[in-house]
Structure formats: structure tokens, C-alpha cells
């Protein structure tokens, strides 16, 4: 078993592993928020608007609405949400994801300066806190759903675990892998910054086991550390429907919110097999978007995902943000992440000369990215 240093980018926003110098996130934050009202304050914005209008959809993800960071996954406050959102409807025309995917299939150009809205995961508080913020700017969004979570209402599981290593009153945790003879790894769990990492690291192994192994897991780590996660924070089916009703659309983002990449294919294929069949049976959704939890695929994944009849799917990192009948295709949509930050960010962030200048920066790495060709057979796939 290999508990090895973790190459996956976390959920949150934490700097880990090699942790900086104390004063490094107080300047960089310092440095962020004096550019980004500078760039808006000085008319960046208004200009890169008018100059370079979005010529089709920008497609935004959030998480859970709230004003904490509970199991290490920060909320978004809704009071942050509402102001974005009013920016947003002021300069942008907000539009249903299936709007959007119904001008690839019928080749009709997406509307520009479009936005959409989306939430991975189906937290609870996207019912409680983001529905009535949304209402009241007139706009609906559509909800990734982990069919395991509604079915059950437990957190997805590295909120789960992120849940134990965040409420544990334990000081270590000693991990014994009798099986292996390796000797027990010892985890501090005496600061803040140790029981990060140390969730850090227990979850770059748990990424890379199935199902019932990380489950298995998890119901041990949560005995050895002494707490039960909650099972109140997710939508139930119910909860769903009454989204529906609302007029939000609904996707498949697996059963149990596995990193698809990391684990056998066939247990991928089941993952979203199921979750399919899941979203038929309970809110009667024939051709769902689907979502890569943790932006976990594969071009073979992509390929998987048209096959089992999903409607569409996102490419994590695509070489555009903005998308297009040119540049894209219902299976390799770009996404942006909604800041945890007041709209000012976003404006900046959207309209602001940055991420020119951060796409020129990183121009080699950038310029490899392409989208994922669905012309070719599955590797692994037995015919269907
Ligand atoms: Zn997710």
C-alpha cells in the first residue's frame, strides 16, 4: 500500500505538503486583493468587455453555498453568491445548460456573452441557501449529483474524510498495515496544519482504491478517530425533485465520487452505468451531463461516457474557457470555478487582462491541451 506523497490537486484551496513560510499566504492574498480592485477600479474590466466581448458560454462550478469550510471543503457565501450573480445577470445572459448543449446538437451558434451555472456533488444547502439567492436573480442552475449521497445522505467521501481528520479530539493517528510488514504510520494530529496533511495523505491512497475497500476504510478511520460524520448535508431524492420543479437541471457525477482515472476501468464503467440508471429510476432523466468527479479522466473515460449515453461531459483543463461551436464540443466543455470571493474577483477574473497574461505565461504547457477526440474506439471497451 503506498502512501506516497500526494500529486492531486486538493478540493480546497490549501497550500500542503511543503508548507511556506507563515507571511507567503498573507502577501499573496495582500498582493490579490490590490491587483484585482485595481483592475476593476481602473476600468479594466468595462474596457475588456466592450473590447473583447464573449463571443459564446461560460460555464460556472461551485460546491456547497455556505459560509464555512466544513470536512475541508470551503462554501461559498451566499451573500458573495448573490453579488456575483448580480454582476453576472447585469453583463452576462445566465442560460440552462441544456440551452447551451442544444445549439452544439442542432449547430446553432451559442448566444454570446452566455453563462451557465452549475454544483457539483448535491449539497443540501444548494436547496436551503443557493435556490432562493437564485430565485431572486431570476436564474436556475443545474446540480451534479452523487447518486450514493442521495441515496444515503452521506458527504461524499473526501468531505467524509475530511470531516474525521477536522472534528478528531484524537493527537495522532497510527496506521497499522499488518498485511503489508511495513512498519505502523504515525500521523500528528496536533495542529491544524498536520491534520491537513494528514488527511491530505490518507486520501491520495484512498484515491487509488475501489469502492469497497475505500469505504471499508473510511468506517475505520472514522472509529479510530472518534467521530461519526454527519448524514444531514447532502439532497436527498426528494430534496432533487423539488429542485426540478424549480426549474434546475440534474447530472451524473458517479455513485460514490471516485477519481475515475485512478481506479479499474470496469469499476469506472459501473460507476457511471449505475449512476445513470440511478437518475432514470428516481427523477427520470434519460440522457444526463455527466461530471468527472475531481476532474478525473481520460480521453478513454470521455469516450465511455458518449457511449453510455450521457448527454455531455466536461474536459477538465481544455484549452478554452470560453466555448464555442468552433472550439468545443458537448464533450469537452471548459468550466470556471466561481470564487469564494466577493464579485469583484469574478469581474477580474472574467473581464480583467489576468488570465491573458496567465495564458501567455504558461503558453507551452496551455498550448498541449486539446479536445478530447471521441472518434476513437475504446481501448478497454467490450462491444455494446
Ligand atoms: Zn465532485
New binding site residues.
Given amino acids: 500500500m503506498n502512501f506516497s506523497r500526494s500529486t492531486v490537486r486538493p478540493l480546497t484551496r490549501f497550500p500542503f505538503d511543503r508548507p511556506l513560510p507563515r507571511f507567503v499566504p498573507f502577501v499573496k492574498e495582500i498582493l490579490r486583493i490590490l491587483i484585482t480592485r485595481a483592475v476593476v477600479h481602473s476600468g479594466l474590466t468595462t474596457l475588456g468587455r466592450r473590447l473583447f466581448p464573449k463571443r459564446g458560454a461560460v460555464i460556472f462550478y461551485g460546491?456547497r453555498v455556505a459560509a464555512d469550510d466544513e470536512g475541508y471543503l470551503e462554501g461559498l457565501r451566499p451573500e458573495w453568491l448573490d453579488d456575483q450573480l448580480a454582476y453576472l445577470t447585469r453583463h452576462y445572459e445566465i442560460i440552462r445548460l441544456s440551452d447551451l448543449l442544444r445549439c452544439f446538437e442542432e449547430r446553432r451558434p451559442v448566444p454570446e456573452r452566455a453563462a451557465v451555472l452549475t454544483f457539483?456533488?448535491g449539497f443540501r444547502d444548494n436547496l436551503t441557501r443557493a435556490l432562493p439567492v437564485l430565485q431572486r436573480h431570476g436564474v436556475t442552475a443545474t446540480v451534479?449529483v452523487?447518486t450514493g449521497c442521495a441515496a444515503n445522505g452521506a458527504l461524499?467521501w473526501p468531505q467524509r474524510l475530511g470531516w474525521l481528520f477536522q472534528r478528531t479530539p484524537r493527537p495522532e493517528l497510527v496506521i497499522r498495515l499488518e498485511e503489508t510488514g511495513l512498519p505502523p504510520l504515525e500521523l500528528p494530529l496536533n495542529t491544524t496544519a498536520a491534520r491537513r496533511r494528514a488527511c491530505l495523505k490518507v486520501k491520495e491512497f484512498l484515491t487509488r482504491q475501489p469502492r469497497a475497500v475505500r469505504e471499508s476504510w473510511l468506517a475505520r478511520l472514522s472509529r479510530e478517530l472518534e467521530v461519526e460524520p454527519p448524514r444531514d448535508r447532502m439532497l436527498s431524492w426528494k430534496d432533487l425533485r423539488e429542485l426540478q420543479v424549480a426549474g434546475w437541471e440534474l447530472g451524473a457525477?458517479t455513485v460514490s465520487?471516485p477519481w475515475l482515472a485512478r481506479i479499474p476501468f470496469e469499476e469506472a464503467r459501473w460507476e457511471m452505468e449505475r449512476c445513470r440508471a440511478d437518475l432514470r429510476e428516481h427523477l427520470g432523466i434519460e440522457h444526463p451531463p455527466f461530471?468527472f468527479?475531481?476532474g478525473s479522466f481520460t480521453p478513454e473515460l470521455m469516450r465511455l461516457a458518449k457511449s453510455l449515453g450521457f448527454r455531455s461531459a466536461f474536459q477538465p483543463n481544455p484549452p478554452h474557457r470560453v466555448n464555442t461551436l468552433e472550439n468545443s464540443h458537448p464533450f469537452a466543455l471548459g468550466r470556471l470555478g466561481l470564487p469564494n470571493a466577493p464579485a469583484v474577483y469574478l469581474e477580474a477574473e472574467l473581464d480583467g487582462p489576468l488570465p491573458v497574461v496567465r495564458r501567455l505565461w504558461r503558453r507551452p504547457e496551455a498550448s498541449g491541451r486539446r479536445p478530447v477526440d471521441l472518434s476513437l474506439p475504446l481501448p478497454h471497451s467490450p462491444s455494446r
Fill in positions: 460546491h457539483d456533488d451534479f452523487v461524499p457525477h465520487h461530471c468527479p475531481a
